[in-house]
Each structure stands twice: as C-alpha cells, then as structure tokens.
C-alpha cells in the first residue's frame, strides 16, 4: 500500500532525526463579483469573490454547527461577512501563533443592533479583549449584521494593514490561518459553545477567476460526489496518524507532567472527530482501537520509538519532529486529491499542526534549546515557526 511506504519512509527520517532510538470540514466556493459591497446583514450572491463553508461536529460541551466566511481584498481593504448557525455572537481570530494567543480577533453580535468588535486574544485560550482597551485602535470602518431566528450574520471592513501592533498584517496571495468559533450567548464575554475550529483562507484578486488556491490545480473547485480509492486510503491514513500523535501526546503527558502535551491531546481529538465525519459522509468507518495501538505495525513500531525518550526535551523534540511529518503528509494529502470537500478538511488540519509546531519549537526556546527541522525545508520551517 502506498500509506504503508509513506511510514516506512518516516521511520527513517526519525531514525536519523537524533530525536529516537531506532526503530471543521469545510466547502469552499467561488465566484466574480458583481454587486456592491453593503454591510447590511445580507450576503449577497455576487457580494463577495469567496467563501468558505466551515462545519463543526458535536462534541463534548458543544452542540456542534456551521459557519460560512464570505470575503473579498482589493488592494486597501478586507471585506468579510460571517454567517453562523447561532443567535449568539460569532467571531474568527486570524493568524494565533499557538492555539488563541495573538490571534486578531473579529467578533460579530446582534441582538437588537449589529455590533462588530476588534479584539486580541493575549492567551492560548483567551481572553480576547477588544483592541482599545490593550492601548490599540478600532479598525473596524464600517460593519453591519442581521438576526435570522436560525442563524446570525456579521459583515465588517477592515485596511489589510491597519498600523495596530493587535492586527495581523493581511497580504494579498497569501494563506492566512485563521480559528473560528460561535456561541449561542450575545454576551462577547461569554464563552463559546456551539462551534470551533481552525483553517485556511487564501486571499486571491478578488475579480480572478483562479480557484480558491491561486494557481493550483483548478480542478480542485469540482465537487467531487464519489471518494476514490486514494482519497480513501488518505483520509483513513490521515485518521490513524492523528490517532498516533493524540495517543504520543497523552502518553508523553504521563511521562512528563507537561501540561502542553496535554492541551494537545484535545487537539488532537478533534482532528481525529473531523476526519472522522468526513469519513462518514462517504460511509467510511474508523477502525475501534485503543489507545497506543495500531492495526498498521510500521506506525505502531514509529509510536513505540517515540516513547523512548528519556527526559522532557527528548520529548519536547519528538513531538515537534511528529508534527513535521504530520505537515508534510497534510501537504502531499491535499496535492493528490481533487476533492475539494477532504482538500479542506485537511487544511485545517495543517492550521492545527502549524500551531502545535510553533508550540513545541518555542517550547524548547525557553529551555535554550534550538530546534533544528528534520523533514521540512528550512524556509517553510521557518515561515511556520516565525508567522507573528
């Protein structure tokens, strides 16, 4: 199987790392603009060039739902509109370095009127604190939303770059990360819990009629109604190798104590749900294991090797060597299928390890420890590892 030689191939790029002892599913959709931007609540056909579809499982302490990214840049502006399936606020964070923290918030609310604030998140896992009250501005221009019963929208326009140290520079042709998350509370202060998650958003001419990726394969913008054989073996694939670093992670968190480990394992958790319900729509099933066992014995033997570090920083630099490999596997994942629904499950999915490689690295910055990557190139290691 070709999953099988993929993890052979792991195997000896962690033989060599020095780090061992051998041995949100989304819908993207895009279109030209042909209508006025208004930021009255109402998403126009023709209002935005894209928009992004996010779904969130149910899962413990959230009921699970659907947010919808609509936007469009000229060469000043950021136009957005959030559609979520709540009466309660609605926000997205772009560009967090590790979970929430320093992630530029936007959160959208209406009840009676439409509010838009600008918020930073100074913590992993907040508070996201509105801009002015942290010695920043509030650089939403204009904004607007609408109540539905069902669901709430949010519209707002924003400079691409503002000047405020608490908002990310957005730059055209690039892809931001970003999270996202909905509560069914119109109080900001209140906790989310209906939805969360994380993903990409590229940020294309807005009159192009490029695909959702630029100059990518433009055959990826098909809906594809039928899983292939390969896009099977990657989103099983994909499953067992995030099973793999939930189960390292718990394992690690045991040995260690450090509390990192275990922030990821929840992570991780959720990765394996969204895949999971990916899998479902194409009427897969997950193979019932339990925790530290795999049914394919190349991975089993990677997990055994990885818990043979022997102290915290041996672990710290296991876990980051996993989360390369686990970057470069989303990569070739995404490059092999033109299903556009797995293409974006899977860039959240790399959202998400981007982060936990930014996590592990700076990790071990604080013990004076330099990171060295082992399986990606230096320059996307460092474009991950540096993003502010």
Not at 86 to 96: D, M, N, S, Y
Request: glycine letters at 8%; a negative charge.
């Amino acid at each position: 199987m070709i999953r099988d030689d993929l993890v052979i191939l792991i195997s000896v790029l962690l033989l060599f790392s020095g780090c061992i002892q051998p041995e949100e599913q989304q819908e993207v959709a895009e279109s030209v603009v042909s209508e006025e931007w208004q930021p009255d609540g109402i998403v126009g056909v023709n209002e935005y060039s894209h928009s992004l579809k996010l779904y969130s499982p149910a899962r413990q302490g959230y009921t699970g739902g659907v947010m919808t990214i609509s936007w469009k840049i000229d060469d000043e502006y950021l136009y957005m509109a959030l559609n979520g399936s709540t009466r309660g606020w609605l926000a997205i964070g772009f560009e967090p370095t590790e979970w929430m923290r320093d992630a530029d918030m936007v959160l959208g609310v209406v009840d009676g009127n439409a509010r838009v604030l600008d918020e930073y998140s100074t913590g992993n896992y907040g508070p996201h604190i509105e801009d002015t009250l942290l010695g920043g501005t509030d650089d939403i221009l204009e904004y607007g939303g609408k109540s539905y019963g069902t669901h709430t929208v949010a519209e707002f326009r924003r400079r691409l770059d503002t000047g405020d140290r608490f908002d990310k520079v957005l730059r055209l042709g690039k892809d931001v990360s970003i999270i996202w998350a909905m509560s069914d509370n119109t109080d900001p202060s209140v906790k989310h819990n209906i939805a969360y998650g994380e993903g990409l958003i590229y940020l294309g001419m807005t009159q192009s009629s490029a695909d959702i990726h630029g100059s990518r394969d433009t055959s990826r913008n098909n809906i594809t109604q039928n899983v292939t054989q390969n896009d099977a073996d990657w989103m099983l694939f994909i499953w067992k190798e995030e099973k793999a670093a939930r189960d390292l992670y718990e394992s690690l968190y045991e040995r260690t104590g450090l509390t990192l480990f275990l922030d990821l394992v929840r992570s991780e958790q959720s990765h394996m749900d969204q895949i999971r319900s990916l899998m479902e729509r194409y009427g897969m099933e997950t193979p019932d294991l339990e925790r530290g066992v795999f049914d394919n014995q190349t991975l089993q033997g990677i997990y055994n090797d990885l818990l043979s570090i022997s102290s915290d920083d041996d672990a710290l630099r296991a876990a980051a060597t996993f989360e390369e490999i686990s970057i470069s596997d989303l990569e070739r994942a995404i490059s092999e299928t033109s299903n556009k629904e797995a293409i974006d499950v899977y860039s959240g999915l790399l959202a998400g390890s981007r982060k936990h490689l930014r996590s592990y690295v700076r990790d071990l910055e604080d013990r004076g420890i330099e990171y060295t990557p082992v399986y990606l190139s230096r320059s996307e290691f460092d474009e991950i590892v540096r993003a502010a």
